[in-house]
């Protein structure tokens, strides 16, 4: 596993223009979300979308809760580290303060889905954040709003020192 003192070097790095449509780096290796080494994860991909991010994801197996549908703690998993991939974007680092979904429909195992999200709002150290969940034909599957605080390098040494 990845130590953190080099996985802050590669954060840091992340926090430049991206190039629209081109797939944004994963936040670390085994990352929950996006990491392509954790074998639990979601392996989520993301691309920029003019302000915002974009994804287009399937909830596998591994993410079932009543059978044939995703777990709803899959789904806001899947969520809040899309938001993650907005921070790159932001150009700083922040954390989920507050986290809310609107389950509107199932998310079926094994069905594509687009994933869309975008800063909505900037207070002070607070983001506010949307997102939205689409089938193929554009139907409204989930919709979901976040807070988001930014926070020092120093949050993420805390307790490993
Ligand atoms: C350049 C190098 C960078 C290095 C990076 C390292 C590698 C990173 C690797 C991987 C990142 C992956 C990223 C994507 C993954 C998805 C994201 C997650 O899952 S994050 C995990 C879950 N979240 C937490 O663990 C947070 C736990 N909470 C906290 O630590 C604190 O509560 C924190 C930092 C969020 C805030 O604490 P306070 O003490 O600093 O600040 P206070 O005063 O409490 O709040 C700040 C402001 O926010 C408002 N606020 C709080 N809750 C609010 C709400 N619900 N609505 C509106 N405002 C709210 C408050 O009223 C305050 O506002 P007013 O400054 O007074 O104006």
């Not at 449509?21 to 392509?36: A, K, R, S, Y």
């Not at 991939?85 to 809310?100: E, N, S």
């Amino acid at each position: 596993m990845t130590d953190l003192k080099s996985m802050l070097a590669t954060w840091a790095e992340k926090f430049r223009p991206h190039a629209e449509g081109v797939d944004l780096p994963p936040h670390h290796e085994q990352c929950l979300g996006c990491g392509p080494d954790n074998p639990h994860g979601h392996h989520l991909q993301v691309r920029r979308y003019g302000d915002g991010v974009v994804a287009e994801h399937t909830f596998d197996n591994r993410h079932v809760g009543a059978p044939g549908i995703a777990h709803g703690g899959a789904v806001a998993t899947v969520i809040d580290d899309l938001y993650g991939f907005l921070l790159y974007l932001v150009g700083a680092p922040a954390v989920t303060r507050q986290l809310t979904v609107d389950y509107r429909a199932p998310v079926m195992i094994g069905t594509p889905y687009r994933m869309e999200a975008g800063v909505t709002n900037q207070e002070g150290r607070k983001l506010f954040l949307a997102a939205s969940l689409t089938d193929r034909d554009g139907f409204l599957v989930a919709t979901s709003t976040a807070v988001f605080v930014t926070v020092g390098v120093d949050h993420f040494t805390r307790g490993t020192q």
